[in-house]
């Protein structure tokens, strides 16, 4: 136990038992502690009610500077703030105690406890893991294209060097990540460490519990980190938005010099979200389609009625996945680079116009087509058949950077993706004729029933017998459209790819370590706030009804290396969007089966989080059917430093206007649809008056103020963030100083705001946090209007710079006289 000089004996256990108690306690121990100016610091195993170590830290209590009770460090995660079910994602908590008082004379209890989160090392390795598979994929991709011309064969074996240069890369990584063992974060020393480049610097978890008299425990969660950028690879040449709009910009001109073909961003992107949807829906498809046959071999109508209706699902939405023009034009380009290629069209007559499918609105209905496939003798389960397509009349007018040597008929695609809903209808309409005449040989006489066999064309027989050819016919028609749109989509992936030679695809590399970053944080902030919202029955809803807010505040500056981070970051954050979450079960409460699980590709991921079994058990059915949550990531940025002065006097801030008019915008949006679809009563209740749509029309007036240093922005972002139930998020370079004067000073206006903290005290309780936290190096300069300036006020640290190197020139020295008043005045402004 620590003890207050012989006067009181407790711990932080003791703290939190009880408040009627505690507020005694604080009362009698404070009057002790005011006389002789002692404050102890005792340092325990969090969770554990044992004599500890304790530290005698001589205070100012004049002026009562610190009020720091008690502080718990590196133990384990068996307390009310992070149970043992989160004792698999949070290791290494510190905990520290405070006592302040509040406007009423009364006094509160507020405990912080920081963690590290085993997220910062398990999201980057499985991520790396994924860029591997999908990249050595997308090697097979390449090969299966088969034979190309010299010219595009050449140009293939080039991107597949590259990808194996990247796999190599990655696999490197991965090895000297699995030999770690020790802390589960990486230091900011280590942020240009590359085998260390996806993991986030400096990712922490940040929870203050308050406890009051007469009022319930509230507690607030913040999660920090650095912010998400290539540190190793630097900024030199800018970050990632500023890389990727001039790769775009010169993109035409690398397409010239390969002699290879332009694709929009658009296109490209629509070749993934294709590719994406092949590998999806193609082994489902054929799955159902197996399943169908199950069914009509047990001879069950239900069963195969809903099967049906599941594979009519997904074959409509894979025949209309591929209803798209570049597929059909890739496919020309596609054979335009095999080693001969002659197009095939018609001049004297009009070409075959092939109508798009129709697909069947439910199971029972059938599709007027055109007559390139018929379903003959549908009872006696014959296959489509196709018809010729008509002579050629006449050649097409060729491409000049196109040889032309052997029949390509661009028609043929039409006629092949048009088979796969054909093939459809006749399997549905087969299904209807056999339970038409199993229903109808239920209903009738013997004598009947026996006509009707004897009439029929096809007796009645086993259902899978005659399902068997026509499921096998749309599986083929699924198959062979499916290849073709493949490498199709591969081809126009490959010119890309060729575009990127230049870069030795080091953009996708630099985008792939920012996302890591970012991905890894925006887990850690999710999981903690699922865990803490298993009770709220409002939050929950909001989370399956419409998804959540992610806010990041950045205090980056636009000055310097800084605004190549702050690209990179704007880039991660906006990543973020192609990301879902999934709420599964675990196997067990063994630490391993509770850590989350990340799959899919680049173009989307989704995060899987198990929950204990008896957590699983809380949540409402569609969260525990899977349902896809959606996570809405906003990034405020406000530099606040002294290079942000330089840059709004003498630089450039339209990035951090730019990204704060988008992100508001984004913000706007889901509050919109969080109001239609979710009601009021489900949000938390704060002190605070105004309500979000207010907020929402301040913070988009301040968006667009010219202002120096608006931190009102990141106020009224954070604020409507917690009233939306989101994710906070803190960052600057290293999440270090800027960050940890953030993180207090919203800390210490919660306590004002929310739980009647004393304004006199707010001061005195804004430097017990910080006294702690601060480590020497840069001061920033906050504005808080009911607190008043809570600046750092130490003298500005000089600038001496080699005064003999600046006399050889009279205009260095003019400059060196200019930056040094700068300086000056933005520490003392």
């Not at 599964?584 to 899919?600: C, F, I, N, R, W």
Request: charged share 25%; net charge negative.
């Amino acid at each position: 136990m620590s003890t207050f000089l012989g006067s009181a004996t407790f711990s932080v256990a003791d703290l939190l038992k009880s408040r009627d108690q505690q507020i005694s306690l604080n009362l009698r121990s404070s009057d002790d502690l005011a006389a002789v100016g002692t404050v102890v610091v005792s340092r325990m195993k969090m969770g554990e009610i044992e004599d500890g170590e304790a530290d005698h830290i001589t205070a100012d209590i004049q002026g009562q500077k610190c009020a720091l009770v008690c502080e718990s460090l590196h133990g384990t995660t068996n307390d009310k703030d992070y149970g043992p079910r989160m004792s698999a994602l949070f290791k290494n908590p510190v905990c520290k105690v405070y006592r302040f008082q509040t406007v009423d004379s009364k006094w509160m209890l507020v405990r912080e406890q920081m963690a590290e989160s085993t997220l910062s090392f398990t999201i980057p390795k499985q991520l790396i893991t994924l860029h591997i598979q999908e990249d050595s994929r997308r090697i097979q991709e390449l090969k299966d294209l088969g034979e190309l011309s010299p010219h595009w064969d050449n140009l293939r074996r080039e991107v597949i060097t590259r990808y194996d240069q990247v796999i190599r890369s990655y696999q490197e990584n991965l090895e000297e990540l699995d030999k770690l063992t020790g802390p589960s974060f990486k230091p900011s020393c280590s942020k240009a460490q590359k085998y260390l480049e996806f993991i986030p610097i400096n990712l922490h978890t940040q929870r203050m519990r308050v406890t009051c008299p007469r009022k319930t425990d509230a507690f607030y969660d913040i999660i920090t980190v650095g912010a998400p950028a290539a540190h190793f690879q630097g900024f030199k040449s800018g970050g990632l938005q500023r890389l990727l709009g001039r790769y775009e910009n010169e993109k035409k001109s690398y397409s010239t010099a390969y002699q290879c073909i332009y694709y929009s961003p658009e296109q490209t992107a629509r070749a993934r979200d294709v590719l994406g949807t092949l590998s999806e829906l193609q082994p489902l498809i054929g799955s159902l389609a197996d399943r169908l046959l199950q069914a009509a071999q047990q001879r069950c109508a239900h069963a195969l009625r809903d099967t049906l209706k599941s594979l009519a699902e997904k074959t409509e939405q894979f025949v209309h996945a591929l209803k798209d023009e570049l597929v059909k034009s890739a496919l020309l380009a596609l054979h335009a680079a095999r080693p001969g290629y002659v197009s095939k069209t018609q001049t004297q007559t009009p070409p075959l116009q092939t109508r798009a499918p129709q697909m069947p609105s439910h199971p029972g209905q059938t599709v007027t087509e055109p007559d390139a496939v018929v379903c003959n003798n549908v009872a006696g389960a014959q296959t489509p058949t196709k018809e010729e397509p008509p002579p050629p009349a006449g050649p097409l007018e060729r491409q000049d950077s196109i040889p032309h040597h052997k029949e390509y008929d661009e028609e043929e695609w039409d006629r092949v993706w048009a088979n796969v809903a054909k093939s459809l209808n006749c399997v549905i309409a087969l299904v209807d004729k056999l339970q038409e005449q199993d229903n109808n040989n239920q209903e009738s006489t013997p004598d009947q029933a026996l006509a009707d066999v004897i009439t029929s064309h096809n007796p009645t027989g086993e259902w899978r017998e005659q399902l068997s050819p026509l499921v096998a016919s749309l599986k083929e028609c699924v198959t062979e459209v499916g290849d073709r749109a493949q490498k199709s989509m591969t081809f126009v992936l490959l010119q890309e790819a060729v575009c990127s030679i230049p870069q030795g695809l080091f953009l996708q590399q630099r985008r792939d370590v920012v996302f890591s970053q970012a991905l890894s944080a925006l887990a850690c902030g999710f999981v903690m706030r699922l865990y803490a919202g298993l009770e709220d029955k409002g939050f929950l809803q909001q989370l399956h009804l419409v998804g959540l807010v992610a806010q990041f505040e950045s205090l980056l500056s636009t000055y310097s290396e800084e605004i190549g981070m702050l690209e990179d970051m704007e880039t991660g954050i906006s990543d973020l969007h192609r990301v879902t979450f999934r709420i599964t079960e675990a196997k067990s409460d063994d630490p391993a089966d509770l850590q989350p699980v990340v799959s899919g590709r680049r173009d989307h991921y989704t995060v899987e989080v198990p929950l204990p079994q008896q957590s699983f058990q809380m949540i409402p059915p569609e969260l525990r059917e899977g349902k896809p949550l959606q996570v809405y990531p906003v990034l405020f940025n406000v530099g606040i430093n002294e290079q942000q002065t330089i840059a709004e006097r003498f630089g450039d801030i339209s990035l951090q206007e730019r990204i704060n008019q988008r992100n508001f915008e984004i913000l706007d949006g889901y509050f919109k649809t969080l109001s239609d679809k979710v009601p009021s009563e489900c949000l938390p209740c704060f002190q605070t008056q105004m309500d979000v749509k207010e907020l929402l029309e301040t913070l988009g007036q301040n968006v667009v103020t010219k202002k120096r240093k608006n931190v009102e922005i990141l106020w009224l972002a954070g604020t409507i963030c917690r009233r939306l139930n989101g994710i906070r998020f803190t960052s600057c370079k290293s999440a270090k100083d800027r960050t940890s004067m953030s993180v207090t000073l919203e800390q210490c206006a919660l306590l004002r705001d929310e739980h009647q903290l004393n304004k006199d005290y707010f001061i005195r309780a804004l430097d017990c946090m910080r006294s702690s936290r601060l480590t020497q190096g840069e001061a920033a300069q906050w504005d808080d209007p009911e607190a008043g300036s809570v600046a750092n006020h130490k003298p500005a640290s000089r600038h001496f710079y080699p005064i003999a190197l600046l006399l050889v020139s009279s205009h260095l020295l003019v400059v060196w006289l200019i930056l040094s008043l700068v300086f000056l005045l933005a520490k003392y402004q």
